[in-house]
């Protein structure tokens, strides 16, 4: 530091958290913006994406998945439902249960909208060097770690990407 310069203060806590949360806001709500107009939101993306890579799932471990009360993957599976992109199924091993599949019409979908979002992020993120983009990674893992275990439950505070996977049926 250059002579007669006083250091920054370090950045205030609450502050750092709410700018991050700004961005994650800003940069969702651009994304789904985009994804809308072409046709399929970020949250049924998001829902397709989950049953494209764990296979069939009943609501409640989709639910759990993505972090979101199950009356939100009611309504979003019933629209999706109806434009023909995720079936319902009856669950072999529960006749109660029911299964959800992502149909040939959704995986469709969500290639075609997944460049979208590609396009989307890569767009944000452009604007730092290879470098920063290396440092920010390392910054957000750390971070990811920290806010994924709360210490007084003992657990994650959300699941891991092996629980996407769904159980041998």
Known sequence: MPDGQAAAPEPDSVELMEQFRAIAHASHNRTNARMSAAGLSLPRFRVLRALASGGRLRMNELSTALGVVPRT??????????????ARLADPADRRATLLEITPDGLSQLHRHRALRDAAAAELFEVLTPAEKQQLAGLLHRLQAAADTDPRAGHPARPEPADLQSPQR
């Open 73 to 86: 993957v009611t309504t979003i599976i019933d629209a999706l439902e109806n434009d023909r992109m995720v």
